[in-house]
T-cell receptor
Framework: QKEVEQNSGPLSVPEGAIASLNCTYSDRGSQSFFWYRQYSGKSPELIMFIYSNGDKEDGRFTAQLNKASQYVSLLIRDSQPSDSATYLCAVWGSGGYNKLIFGAGTRLAVHP | SAVISQKPSRDICQRGTSLTIQCQVDSQVTMMFWYRQQPGQSLTLIATANQGSEATYESGFVIDKFPISRPNLTFSTLTVSNMSPEDSSIYLC????????????FGEGSRLTVL
């Protein structure tokens, strides 16, 4: 069973702080990793993807990948109340399991 | 990117009935995916629909319960058959854009409530 694990939260951070969202996955052969944001009552939207070990930055977002530890994270700098949402980690399966496997999501609440 | 229209956006249905959800994409795509998101849960893949072939269903989902059509490269339907309250969920259509596996765009979803 290929799994993606996330802390459900809520993760509460003050406005302007760094929010750190974490994800672990079981499929050691996975090569592609994604972060989706889902506002309440809305559908998910892709905000970051990462394929290589290390950091990938896009504006206030940084995705971090450590394949040896099977660990993916998303950092949100200068968090804003508009960042309050559920963040879904997703992993593309390997070994013929060519599908996107979603974690349960971490709910982030940024308070003023 | 892609613009994906789903209909209906929400519906309330009676137990034992069936409902068909439509998904229209503004560009031609090879693969379309149907997901289910139950209240407070993450996304579960129901099936993958390729144009011109039978849909591929995930474990726990069967064609008799969730028949899918894919008549062309921009359109698909998902039918939820013989509904029970356990089928109350949000059903989401999604597509890959640009051929990048895992980079999905989602429709707005269809929220079904079965009484």
């Amino acid at each position: 069973q290929k799994e993606v694990e996330q802390n459900s939260g809520p993760l509460s951070v003050p406005e302007g702080a760094i929010a750190s969202l974490n994800c672990t996955y079981s499929d050691r052969g996975s090569q592609s990793f994604f972060w989706y944001r889902q506002y309440s009552g809305k559908s998910p939207e892709l905000i970051m993807f990462i394929y290589s070990n290390g950091d990938k930055e896009d504006g206030r977002f940084t995705a971090q990948l450590n394949k040896a530890s099977q660990y993916v994270s998303l950092l949100i700098r200068d968090s804003q109340p508009s960042d309050s949402a559920t963040y879904l980690c997703a992993v593309w399966g390997s070994g013929g399991y060519n599908k996107l496997i979603f974690g349960a999501g971490t709910r982030l609440a940024v308070h003023p | 990117s892609a613009v994906i229209s789903q209909k209906p956006s929400r519906d309330i249905c009676q137990r034992g009935t069936s409902l068909t959800i439509q998904c229209q994409v503004d560009s031609q795509v090879t693969m379309m995916f149907w997901y289910r998101q139950q209240p407070g849960q993450s996304l579960t893949l129901i099936a993958t629909a390729n144009q011109g072939s039978e849909a591929t269903y995930e474990s726990g989902f069967v064609i008799d319960k969730f028949p899918i059509s894919r008549p062309n490269l921009t359109f698909s339907t998902l039918t939820v058959s013989n509904m029970s309250p356990e089928d109350s969920s949000i059903y989401l259509c999604s597509v890959e854009v640009g051929g990048s596996a895992g980079e999905l765009f989602f429709g707005e979803g269809s929220r079904l409530t079965v009484l």
